[in-house]
């Protein structure tokens, strides 16, 4: 004898589709909807930068530490355990600061480890880097990888 289904418990299995789908949909416009644009914290970005909803952080120890180098430029370099150019731009990142220790300090940043902040700055890759003036507004990002000489002069020239 073939099962019959009830109307009804058909009816709350399409109901029970409908909401999930629902759901699905809402959460991941949520998602998509954070973070569209860069954020600000009111004091780290330049006006003007902000093209998104706003979102107001207090930067991490370590990047507040790095902005108290007066007269210095800050790289955030933003990266991953698991991203192989990050892994592979490291020697000579640490080269060209280390040529340019009077003028910048760089502070590596894990995207994973700092989501708030990588959000903050609006991160959408690694490797990414931030370069701030002196007085901690950004100056220009860069996503990807860089040459030695193409590094150098983001952080002499901020291009």
Same mark, same amino acid.
């Given at each position: 004898m073939a099962k019959h289904r009830s109307p009804f418990k058909s009816g709350l299995w399409?109901?029970?589709?409908?909401?999930?789908? &629902?759901?699905?949909?809402? +959460?991941? $416009?949520?998602? &998509?909807g954070r973070g569209? +644009?860069? $954020?600000?914290? &009111?004091?780290?970005?330049?006006?003007?930068?902000n093209s998104g909803a706003a979102i107001y952080l207090k930067p991490s120890p370590a990047v507040t530490a790095s902005l108290?180098?007066?007269?210095?430029?800050?790289?955030?370099w933003f990266s991953a355990t698991w991203c192989t150019i990050c892994k592979s731009m490291s020697p000579y990142v640490q080269n060209v600061v280390e040529r340019h220790?009077?003028?910048?300090v760089i502070t590596e940043r894990d995207v994973d480890r700092e989501p708030a902040l990588a959000r903050q700055y609006a991160v959408r890759g690694t490797p990414t880097f931030v370069l701030l003036d002196e007085s901690g507004q950004t100056m220009t990002t860069r996503v990807?990888?860089?040459s030695e000489s193409q590094f150098e002069s983001f952080i002499t020239q901020g291009s």
């Open positions: 399409v109901i029970g589709v409908i909401v999930v789908t &629902g759901l699905l949909v809402w +959460g991941l $416009a949520a998602l &998509g569209s +644009g860069p $954020a600000t914290t &009111g004091s780290n970005h330049a006006a003007g930068q108290s180098n007066p007269g210095k430029k800050t790289v955030l220790a009077d003028q910048v990807g990888h860089l």
